[in-house]
């Protein structure tokens, strides 16, 4: 039994939340940029911040943006690897890994499939199921898509232009190993998360502001195949109106909260 730190959340889950929890054999939790929001990593919609205040991120999250400027974009990916590795996982995050762990040597499971990509949750100690957006440290190369795995330094303040290093297979410029818009997600990891969200007894949608697809259809495939869905977001979203049970709550209170609820319950389940 993993001691619950007693509820120390200055909310209380709501009971149907709760119980919807506490019945479930397998939780899959869909997290978006609201999910590091208090971990101080700006979500995508926030403005950005310092030198990168004038630019769009859904300009700049393009291949097109990438052909017409590698050093720019590249300078752009530098400063939030260096904003996400400054940054600690929240309690929200923290949470769900003490979840999964009490959970787990009873068969049951909490799942995560993300949007996001830092890397906030691992370091929270969760097994990420999938990064449908893939991840700010994978660098590869943009042409024979070989790994780069030599550090990449974060200069002390930011600057605007950085050469993206080359290939050491084919001398080609290595590229974030993120998914742009107008790219494809990678296959495996979008068709793991839509697996286990329509197979999940409860979803729950948090930190996102259901406007990116496909990942934003993850919640409605879940409900269309009879599971209920939570969304966790201080407001409502693209989202809102599809779904069964709203928690109008940041994620670093409210899953503290839900989690602590869910295990005063005991782990075994019903
Ligand atoms: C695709 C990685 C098939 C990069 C990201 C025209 C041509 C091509 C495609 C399209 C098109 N028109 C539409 C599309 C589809 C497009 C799309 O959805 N566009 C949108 C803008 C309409 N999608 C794609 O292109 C995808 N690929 O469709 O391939 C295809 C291919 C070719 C042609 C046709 C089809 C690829 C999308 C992936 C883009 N890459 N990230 C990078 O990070 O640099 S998306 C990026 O933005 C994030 O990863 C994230 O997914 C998204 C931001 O969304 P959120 O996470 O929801 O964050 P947001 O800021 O929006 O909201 C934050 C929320 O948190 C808010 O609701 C807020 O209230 C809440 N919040 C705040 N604080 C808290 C909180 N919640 C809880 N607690 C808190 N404390
Ligand atoms: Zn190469």
Known sequence: MVPTSPSSSPVAAPADIVSLARDARTVVVLTG??????????????AQTGLWA???????????????????????????????SGARPNAGHRALARWADAWHPHGRHVRIA????????????????????????????ERCDTPYEDPVVTPESPVER????????????????????GEMLPEGEFAAALDAATRADLVLVVGTSGIVHPFAGLPLAARDAGVPVVEV??????????????????????????????????????
């Open 54 to 84: 004038r630019f769009d991120p859904m300009e700049l999250a393009t291949p097109e943006a990438w052909k017409r400027d590698r050093a720019f974009v590249w300078a752009w990916y530098v400063w939030r690897m260096g904003l996400v």
């Open 162 to 181: 950085i050469e993206p290093p080359s290939c050491a297979r084919c001398g080609a410029a290595v590229r974030p190993g993120v998914v742009w818009f």
């Open 114 to 141: 993300t949007q996001n990509v830092d890397d906030l949750h691992e370091r929270a100690g969760s097994e990420v199921l999938a990064h449908v957006h893939g991840s700010l440290f994978a660098h590869r190369c």
């Open 233 to 270: 977001n201080p407001v409502d979203t693209e989202l809102t109106h599809l779904i069964d049970y709203r928690w109008r709550a940041g994620a670093a209170v409210a899953l503290p909260a839900l989690v602590d609820a869910v295990l005063s319950a005991g782990v075994v389940g019903r």
């Open 33 to 46: 940029a609201g999910m590091s929001a208090e971990s101080g990593v700006p979500t995508f919609r926030d």
